[in-house]
């Protein structure tokens, strides 16, 4: 699967071979956004156009568009590892927030690489 970006939003994206076309939908919203096109040019317009038709269609009706990703999370974790977590961020010189983060940060870097 290959994921696109525009104003925030990611769209992953699929290409169906018998049918000749791509499909897509955006994957960090709970509103189905979808989108589709026989060409990368037709696809990366089709998008946009879906993007800005779900951000036009929540501007009329005065709903507030679902904002994609606000970078608050919250967390559960095990109470002896949130300790252990705190224990390690302060001995780092860190906050807690900021030791998860580098945690995730580290790990994202494993998986890309």
Same mark, same amino acid.
């Given at each position: ?36 096109? $026989?060409?990368?040019?037709? &696809? *990366? ?7 800005? %038709?779900? !951000? ?34 302060? $001995?780092?010189?860190?906050? &807690? *927030? ?7 940060? %580290?790990? !994202? ?5």
């Amino acid at each position: 699967m290959n994921t696109m970006l525009y104003k925030g939003y990611v769209g992953e994206v699929e290409y169906d071979d018998d049918c000749k076309i791509f499909s897509g939908s955006v994957i960090n919203t709970k509103t189905v956004i979808t989108f589709q096109g $026989t060409s990368v040019e037709e &696809l *990366n317009r089709e998008f946009q156009l879906s993007v800005d %038709d779900y !951000l036009d269609w929540c501007k009329k009706d005065g709903v507030e568009p679902e904002k994609p990703f606000s970078g608050k999370l919250n967390l559960r974790l095990k109470p002896n590892m949130h300790q252990r977590a705190a224990i390690k961020a302060k $001995t780092m010189g860190i906050s &807690l *927030n900021k030791f998860i983060e580098k945690a995730i940060e %580290d790990e !994202l870097t494993v998986l890309e690489n």
